[in-house]
């Protein structure tokens, strides 16, 4: 029999029986949704971790000398975070000193931060995070300016009270008006805005652009930290090898500044991008482990269920596979129309799997901050999972099918 007419014989029996071919192939179905789904979504969320939250958060090819994380990745006993809160703080002396003595190309800015109310006008903003920092800090986060501009390093020097605003703020504060100029109070502390940084959008639902930056030496820092005090330094270099070469370098630097023997545990800490997105990796591949096995099991459901429906087709229809026998069709041909006809049923539920997984994927994405990015390759397994998984559960009733005697099955009522 020709291969589309065992197509065109199966779809003509699917169509026939609708209600009990949808039940045979919901087991397929339920098993490339939850692939497409799963893929889909973590595929998206690596993109997501790489591009965006490692990169608003530390930074590209850039790394923080702090006391103790910023980044929980939860894989840390508590042990060692009495430890990490056991370290002396970062100094503005420490950068000046890794400034002076790192052979690696990197650009490398002081930081500090907390959370402070601002106010223009009797218009109030509470919860809002003050970055004092050093110039280079814009050219490390990569921040376009999207109005004024940002402070020099000669305003660092002499404490300039300037401050850069991030653009929600421009517009809660402003509204349609232009900030350049305005002077805003940031703890009590007046502050002219001098920029506003361009849009950075949000992560997992959360505003990037509730913010201001001021130099690390402006009034703001009384409210952030002691005197010579800062929460991280930051060292961008041009490239991840660089880095690494670079982290390597600060290690011995700061341990030889701080007098640590050989042996005992450094009582800093240094966090990259690859550091924040371990937690992630666990996770992603924990769950790319599992997959499998839980497709799987929708799987062989859906198999059982393939294989007795077929099973009872081939009850239902002996008379048919008796008239065709003896009209000259061979166990091949009989064969070969119940296992397109099984393959056809499986094929259809990952098809519908393939758009339920991609609708239910977009509609993550659409609705909640998680993103979805669609795999290629994750199509075509479900495509190729739909084909074996029906001809393997037709192989059976195929076989009972081609082996009825034409006689016998034309007797059947």
């Known amino acids: 029999m020709p291969f589309f007419e065992a197509v065109r014989l199966a779809w003509d029996s699917i169509i026939a029986q609708k209600l009990k071919s949808f039940f045979s192939l919901v087991g397929v179905l339920i098993g490339v949704t939850f692939l497409i789904a799963v893929v889909s979504i973590v595929q998206g969320m690596n993109v997501y971790m790489t591009d965006k939250f490692a990169g608003a958060l530390i930074g590209v090819n850039t790394f923080q000398v702090r006391s103790q994380p910023n980044i929980q990745t939860g894989d840390n006993s508590d042990e060692q975070w009495r430890q990490w809160q056991r370290n002396p703080r970062v100094t503005i002396e420490d950068a000046a000193f890794i400034k002076e003595r790192l052979s690696i190309p990197a650009t490398i800015a002081s930081a500090g931060y907390d959370q ?69 109070a940031i703890g009590g502390l007046p502050h002219r805005v001098i920029g506003v940084v361009a849009k950075q959008g949000t992560l997992f639902g959360i505003s990037l652009d509730k913010f201001v930056i001021t130099p690390i030496t402006s009034p703001a820092r009384r409210l952030v930290n002691r005197p010579h005090i800062i929460d991280d330094i930051q060292i961008q270099t041009a490239s991840p090898d660089q880095m690494r070469a670079a982290m390597e370098e600060v290690t011995v630097l700061m341990r030889g500044r701080r007098g640590l023997r050989p042996g005992q545990p450094d009582n800093f800490h240094l966090e990259s991008a690859e550091g924040a997105l371990s937690g992630w990796e666990k996770i992603s591949k924990v769950l790319f482990l599992a997959l499998p096995g839980l497709v799987a099991i929708s799987l062989v459901v859906g198999g059982i269920v393939i294989m ?40 259809t539920g990952a098809v519908m799997g393939i758009g339920t997984g991609l609708l239910l994927a977009f509609a993550v994405r659409a609705f909640t901050p998680l993103p979805a990015a669609v795999a290629p390759w994750s199509i075509i397994v479900g495509v190729v999972l739909g084909i074996v998984v029906g001809m393997v559960a037709g192989v059976y009733p195929a076989r009972q099918a081609s082996r009825l005697d034409p006689i016998a099955a034309l007797r059947q009522e």
Do not use: C
């Not at 077929?310 to 041909?333: F, H, N, P, Q």
């Open 116 to 184: 402070v109310t601002l106010s223009w006008q009797g218009k109030v903003a509470k919860q809002i995070q003050v970055n004092t920092v050093e110039a280079d800090f814009f050219k490390i986060k990569h921040y376009d300016i999207a109005e004024g501009r940002a402070f020099s390093p000669q305003e660092v020097n002499i404490g300039a009270a300037v401050v850069v605003l991030g653009s929600e703020l421009g517009e809660r504060l402003f509204g349609g008006r232009d900030p350049i100029g305005q002077t805003i």
């Open 308 to 347: 007795n429906i077929m099973l009872m087709a081939v009850s239902e229809r002996t008379r048919e596979i008796g008239v065709r026998k003896a009209l000259g069709a061979k166990r091949r041909d009989i064969m070969a129309q119940f296992i397109v006809e099984s393959a056809t049923l499986s094929v």
